[in-house]
């Protein structure tokens, strides 16, 4: 219990010390953030190898040479990508729509850290916290304390160097339940990135935090009867050996068409695959999936050699991947789920609409949204395969696990894969800065409600012809907005009333030559006085309801319209007689 109370209060002093940063970055400017970053990353990549060593050592999951791939990866790839992102004040503009967009930064960053892929998903965290501003504290697992502690000590001593504030970078070094509670619930936490099993992922998104979750993979790889063989065979072993399978996004099953798969089986055979006997594979299956149908631990990231072991037998010496033939998809068949090792199933299947099933099938048990991989020479295939199943990241012709964190494809490079609504995430996407930032949006009127004093009054010096200003450039006699159609800066709205204004300046011009007008008995229209007769005429009956089409109507006949307290005006209506004076109050 005093573990407990102390590790609490460790992530609490952490999670001060990281706002107290977080009020500091929020003001940095875009050179000054992105040289903490490049600081970051160059430390990093100097580390690459001996912060794989330690965490091979210190897991025991996965191959040192991969883990400094990964490193790499996340301090090279990862960096180049975001190197050149706007992440401060202004970072777009739309001049069309007059829309402004202003990164604001989210604050601090609650980020869990697994022990699958311990060092390079630190870096990775760490490097777009600090690109979006924000300062970030780690969560361990507790398998993996001591790699992913020496990973933030490294980064949060370039980060200083750099220029940012103590604080920016923090690591839990004592490590329970209660103090990742602590993390992710805390009042100065602003957002959590949570990679890990399914219970932390649920634990992140029932914090009462916004969290960005990553579900599990179960993926499928699709080996159509168009595709290359050897090479589909070489991609599927390469994902699927890469760190002894230890990616969630790496190949769990081969799904092949009958027609090919004799020659698949051959391939994979040369290429050092060994399959498995029934009585093998159930042997395999006890070993990698606990009686609760979870992965156990100790066969995590484990050579296809150790697993075989111990499962009772050897396989040949040039073995690098375990593969099951399989004929059901549940939990009655163990080696249908997620492994996390170099272990492969083999189903195979009569064509693409019976392979659109069995796909489906193994997304819905436990990989739904993630990631999924097809082999084809057939583009049409491939887009039917992309259409249908849910996987947000559809592979083709590449290792799924190379494929799906931008290694070996453009997606862009990260090292936490979300699974959108269907695998209970928040978002597709592969997460990066932007998913760390809120985005202030400034936005100009486009289309007025109110019209200012000014403009009421150009329409009426437009309706009166009255000589443009001096300072429009437009000649003598024409009005402002008749300049600005000339000049191209009117809609083709503005220039139908402008034409309307015309013909009732034209209309009044008429009147006033001729000395009289025609006078007219509806009931809507303002009578002409006779130039013969002083008398008024009696004021006609106000109408009861005015449309803009009524307006439109008075304008091109240059009359009035009368209205009294009961007439119903539409809007529109008076938008465009009100400017004009067309209404007579009656």
Known sequence: ?????????????????????????????????????AACAEAARQHAEPLARLAVEETTYGVVADKITKNLFAARDVYNAIRGMKTVGVIREDPQNKVVEIAVPAGVVAAIIPTTNPTSTAIFKALISLKARNAIVMSPHPNAIKCICETARILSEAALRAGAPEGSIGCLDLVSNEATNELMRHPQTAIILATGG???VRAAY????????????????YIHSSANIPKAVADILSGKCFDNGTLCSSEQHMVVDSAIAPQVRAEAERQGGFFLSPEQAAAVGRVLILPN???NAKMVGQSAEKIAQAAGFTPPQATRALIAPLEGIGREHPLSAEKLSPVLSFYVVKDSDEALDVCLRFLRFGGMGHTMSIHAGDDRVIREFALKLPAFRMIANSPASHGSVGYSTNLFP????????????????NISPMNLLNIKRLAYETKPVNKAEGTRAEVRAAAAGVAASPRTGAAPGVSPVAASVISGGVDQEQISRLVERFLVARNRAGEQSSGSAAASGAANRAPAQPASNPAPAPAPKPVDFVSEDDVRQAIKRGEKIYVGPRTIITPSARDLGDPLEIFVKS
């Open 206 to 221: 029932s914090s009462g935090k916004p969290a960005l979750g990553v579900g599990p993979g179960n993926v499928p790889s």
């Open 1 to 37: 219990m005093d573990r407990d109370l102390e590790s609490i209060q460790r992530t609490r002093r952490l999670v001060e010390r990281a706002a107290e940063a977080q009020k500091i970055l929020e003001h940095f400017s875009q050179e000054q953030i992105d040289a903490v970053v």
């Open 198 to 200: 399914t219970g932390l």
């Open 293 to 295: 149908f979870r992965v």
């Open 414 to 429: 990260s090292m936490s894969l979300g699974c959108g609504t269907p695998g209970n995430n928040i978002t597709s996407d």
